[in-house]
């Protein structure tokens, strides 16, 4: 018997996929934080000259941001969006950023269907996952829809309850590619300037 059929036979594997994950993301903060990017994503005009000083590279490191920002660090909000939109103007910002959303949630969707419901109970707390589970009992897929498109909602930790619903991936990718970008505009038309608050 190989050790990956002990594993799976003793209903090990997804113990060490989670303490790997949480590995990996540990890692990821703490090397972020070693290298100062905790405090430079604080500063609006810090994060807009770190993404011009990387020039060809500047819409890569755009759209990883986006992605890190909905999988660990939603504390970062529209942060990035308005730096990018300082940095390339709307539509290149909102592109990229929409893109790096949109593959941010399919991971955390992707976590939650692999590894269940102790995976999402990592990022909030029990009450607060049973609630939204609660609320996708009845007509989960347009309940889903309209939280993804109104603001205010809890995008990134949706994202997880979908993957332990029973959302197939065919609907929640449409509702995410549908629903979720909208938020950025705002953000980003406060990079251009064409907004103010």
């Not at 890190?68 to 300082?86: C, E, K, Q």
């Not at 893109?99 to 707390?125: D, H, M, T």
């Not at 996952?129 to 930790?157: C, H, Q, T």
Request: proline share 4%.
């Amino acid at each position: 018997m190989s050790f990956i059929h002990f594993l799976q036979r003793n209903k090990l594997m997804p113990v060490i996929c989670i303490v790997i994950f949480l590995l990996i993301v540990g890692g990821t903060l703490l090397y972020l934080w070693q290298s100062g990017f905790f405090e430079l994503v604080r500063n609006i005009d810090e994060l807009k000259a770190y993404i011009e000083d990387l020039g060809a590279a500047g819409p890569i490191y755009l759209f990883c941001l986006q992605i890190l920002d909905v999988i660990i660090m939603p504390f970062i909000g529209g942060f990035s969006a308005i730096a990018g939109g300082i940095v390339f103007g709307f539509f290149k910002t909102f592109l990229i950023c929409s893109g790096g959303i949109i593959v941010g949630s399919c991971i955390n969707y992707a976590l939650a269907r692999y590894f269940g419901r102790p995976i999402v109970e990592l990022f909030a707390k029990k009450e607060t996952v049973d609630k939204y589970l609660n609320s996708f009992e009845e007509r989960k897929k347009a309940l889903l829809f309209i939280m993804f498109f109104l603001p205010g909602f809890p995008d990134d930790l949706l994202c997880f309850v979908a993957g332990i619903s029973g959302i197939g991936w065919r609907f929640f990718i449409f509702a995410a590619v549908l629903g979720r970008p909208w938020g950025l505009i705002i953000s980003t038309l406060l990079g251009t300037g064409a907004l103010h608050i």
